[in-house]
Structure formats: C-alpha cells, structure tokens
C-alpha cells in the first residue's frame, strides 16, 4: 500500500522531501470501522515486523520482512516519511532472497528526536549499533533523498560493512551543489518559497488519533491505509498532529532566513541539516571499492538536477557505479515507477552478491 502525506510542498527541494498531495476530494467520509480495521492492522503489522533498539543516540525504531539469514539489504527513508516508505518494495525483495530492514531515523516514524545534537553520521552509527546487535556483518544499505545521504554517511564511516550502496535521488552528489551555482537573485527567489509556514500548517494539531489519522486518510486510494499511523505523533498536551515543527528545525528549514543559511552559510546551522549539505560524495568515493547504483528522476522541474555530476562520477569508477536516469520523473523514483525500481533494484542486488561470493 502506498499512500501520499495530505499538504503539498510547491518545491521539493535538495533536503526536504515530502509526498505529494493527492489534490482529489475525499469522496467517502473516514468511518470509525475502517479507523479501527487500520489501527488494528498496524499494531499486528508492528508485533510481526516491528522493532526497536537502544543505540548510544536513541532508541531507533525499525521494520524488518524476511530471513535474517539471507544476504541483507537496510533502507534509509526519505525527509517525512518512516521505514513504511519501503513497505511495497520489501515483499519483492525477500520472495527474490533478501532479508529486508526498514529504519526510521530522528524525528521520523517512531524514532525521537535526541536530547543532544546528532548528524547523518549519527544515524550510520546507530545503523552500525543495529548491525552488530543484529549479527549482521555486511549489507547493502540504501535511501531515499536525504536517506541517500545517511547511507553514504555510512559507506564513509564503515565501507568494510558495506556489500554495496544503492542511492536514490540522494547521497550520490553534494546536496548543495545546484543551489550554489545560482546567483543571489534566483536563490532569493527559491528562498521565498521556503516560507511555507505561512500556506501550511506545519504544527496543525487535532484533539484526537482518529481526526489526524482522517486528516491523512484518502478514500480514493486502496486499503485502510493503516502506515498512516506512522506519521501520526501525540504531543505533550494530548493532541495529535502529524507533521511538528521541531522536525523543521531539524532540517533548518522554517523558514526562508533558515534555507539561505543552509545553503550559503552552514556553519550556523544545526549540526543534522549541516552534515549533510557539508558531505562531498566525490570525495567518500574517491576509492571506490565496492558496487553503488545510482537512481536519478530527471524532469523539467527537476529539484536535484546531477546528472552531469552523477555521469561524471560514474565515468571516474565505471566498474563499481551503475548510473540508470529515470526521465520524466519527479523526485521519488519507488512510487512513481514501483515495477521498475524493484526490477532494477534486484538486478543490481543479485549481480552485485553473484561477485560477492565469487571473491
């Protein structure tokens, strides 16, 4: 089941990734029977694939599908979403042999924020915690967008551990590698758009689950939709929202002062949206010795638009990068094209195991 987080971001951009709007009207009203039908569907759902861990930073929340013994693959999710992100992808990989990981990194799913200051290297050692806890000595790990970056994170801090790296719209390239290049005329016009306080309600609150859990819930889509509840989050006076404005602050994205610095003055931003517009992927893979996939959307209004920066990093390690450009496609490559992310997702798996073994 896949469905879309309910306000639409006008621009998405190098580090925040929200689904889109399904923009139709609910044709049915949310019935208390369906609410109860997600709600129980998704406390057995965590009962069977759900998990948690208490690393040095947090207690990391996370999914798992599959055989612990099968060579294994860990997903990074995307800015706004949970380890639910991957839900119709893992079935895929584990009836082809793979034993499937889902995290939900700081402040996302069922994953706080911590007290102190923590990075996307924070997250790859928190993957690394889960590892070792899991007797998992190697893995494929890989992400969405921002969830790219914290598997490169991890790739650069334990490449041992590392079987090979699938990268998707994110980690491949310096985040702000776009941004910098615009004059300050253009960047002050994207800037703007990052005043998004002002057209949505980042802190919007409801007095019960079951009205955040509607304000979510589309009758359009198929199923009771129950990984809403993913994203559903009970604030310190008993409301419910779904989408909190410490999550922004996280990001330094709440506004358009925010952004700038980000881009153009990081050393004044938190330490997490810091360590990932200061990663250079050019750098971390200067020494490439292991099999990356690179999935790149390419649109006209491209957000993220690397592809000669991607072209160029596959032509300096040819043996190790496979490069596929997925066109006329937004940011999310595994919603917009399920079939074809999960066949060239397990292509790459299986031939990159196939070398494994035979080293």
Not at 90 to 99: E, I, N, P
Not at 162 to 187: F, H
Request: with cysteine; net charge negative; hydrophobic share 40%.
């Amino acid at each position: 089941m896949i469905f879309r987080v309910q306000y639409l971001i006008l621009l998405v951009a190098l580090i925040l990734q929200l689904e889109a709007v399904n923009g139709q009207a609910k044709k049915e009203p949310l019935t208390i029977q369906v609410y109860s039908s997600a709600k129980k569907e998704f406390l057995a759902f965590e009962r069977s694939h759900g998990g948690s861990v208490q690393t040095r930073n947090v207690s990391m929340h996370y999914l798992s599908w599959g055989n612990p013994g099968n060579p294994c693959l860990i997903w990074a999710h995307g800015s706004m979403n949970s380890g639910y992100e991957f839900l119709d992808i893992a079935d895929s990989l584990v009836k082809a042999g793979y034993y499937v990981i889902a995290i939900d990194y700081y402040g996302h799913g069922q994953t706080p924020i911590p007290d102190h200051e923590v990075s996307i290297y924070h997250v790859a050692d928190d993957i690394k915690f889960l590892m070792d806890k899991l007797s998992i000595e190697k893995a494929f790990v890989g992400g969405f967008s921002r969830g790219g970056c914290v598997a490169t994170a991890f790739y650069d801090s334990y490449p041992k551990n590392v079987l090979g790296l699938i990268l998707e719209d994110g980690g491949s390239v310096a985040a702000n590698t776009y941004y910098q290049k615009l004059d300050s005329e253009k960047l002050e016009q994207i800037s703007k758009k990052f005043d998004l306080k002002q057209a949505i309600p980042w802190d919007r609150t409801f007095p019960t689950q079951f009205e955040a859990f509607n304000s979510l819930y589309d009758s359009n889509e198929i199923g009771n939709q129950f990984p809403i509840f993913a994203l559903l989050k009970e604030n310190k006076t008993g409301g419910w929202g779904v989408i909190y404005s410490e999550m922004m602050n996280l990001f330094n994205l709440e506004n358009r002062h925010q952004f700038s610095d980000l881009i153009l003055r990081p050393s004044r931003v938190p330490l997490f949206a810091r360590s990932m517009v200061i990663m250079e992927p050019q750098i971390i893979f200067r020494n490439l010795c292991i099999p990356v996939l690179i999935l790149d959307p390419v649109s006209d209004n491209d957000s993220m638009p690397f592809e000669k920066e991607n072209e160029a990093l596959k032509k300096a390690h040819p043996n190790f990068i496979t490069y596929i450009v997925y066109p006329n496609t937004e940011h999310n490559i595994h919603y917009a094209h399920p079939a074809r992310f999960t066949k060239d997702l397990l292509g790459f798996l299986d031939e990159s195991y196939k070398k494994e073994r035979t080293y």
